[in-house]
């Protein structure tokens, strides 16, 4: 099946700074990428929908100007959590959409980003 | 996005079948029904996707009934490496995923 990495696997931040977490489509073209965060024992929460090339879609409550999404080429996405607080500390996970043929669209995910802000 | 009930959790035992459903009454006419399995962790995996009557794949069976307002997740002989969270999704297809809170499935030896 397709492969979605993401980069680093864990990160340790202190309050204040910027963190940027990459996500990669390496064996096919994602025409979109999403970003979701997950707190221990909770469920995945999407954040944003990003298409390549255009801006983000942010869900409610989620704060674009904290959270810096960048699609800029069909197999890269970037989120930058800018001025991290402890609170921020959660596991951040990818996913990328392929169109495999017609309608059929396939979602893959990552293997999650846990950040720790200190 | 149509809202789905599943279970909070189910114990089982190994070599057994496991069944889990899911309710979605308010399922529209071009939603799937997808469901995906994750570990502790780690990134979601796609188990089956369905949109009506019965699937099956190597790893499980989902079915779902003429008036498709539930399916069940079928995961036969389940072994110690099942235990993990189950989501059932409900949506089109080209739209994003919405996670509920899912099924904690342990696997007792």
């Known amino acids: 099946g397709a492969v979605v990495s993401q980069h680093p696997s864990w990160v340790i931040c202190k309050s204040g700074t910027s963190v940027k977490i990459e996500c990669r489509s390496l064996?096919?073209?994602?025409?979109?990428m999403f970003w979701y965060r997950q707190f221990p024992k909770q469920s995945l929460m999407l954040m944003a929908t990003s298409n390549e090339g255009s801006k983000a879609t942010y869900e409610q409550g989620v704060e674009k100007d904290k959270f810096l999404i960048n699609h800029a080429s069909l197999t890269l996405s970037t989120l930058t959590v800018t001025s991290a607080h402890p609170e921020d500390s959660s596991f951040y996970i990818c996913s990328a959409r392929e169109r495999t043929s017609g309608i059929i669209y396939e979602q893959y995910f990552g293997p999650g980003t846990r950040l720790t802000v200190t | 996005l149509a809202k789905t009930t599943q279970p909070i959790s189910m114990d089982s035992y190994e070599g057994q079948e496991v069944n889990i459903t899911c309710s979605h009454n308010?399922?529209?006419?071009?939603?799937?029904i997808t469901w995906y399995q994750q570990f502790p962790s780690q990134g979601p995996r796609f188990i089956i996707q369905g949109y009506k009557t019965k699937v099956t794949n190597e790893v499980a069976s989902l079915f779902i009934p003429a008036d498709r307002k539930s399916s069940t997740l079928s995961l036969p002989r389940v072994s110690l490496s099942d235990t993990a969270v189950y989501y059932c999704l409900v949506g089109p297809n080209d739209y994003k995923l919405s996670f509920g809170a899912g099924t904690t499935v342990t696997v007792r030896a």
């Open positions: 308010n399922i529209a006419t071009n939603d799937y």
């Open positions: 064996d096919f073209q994602a025409t979109t």
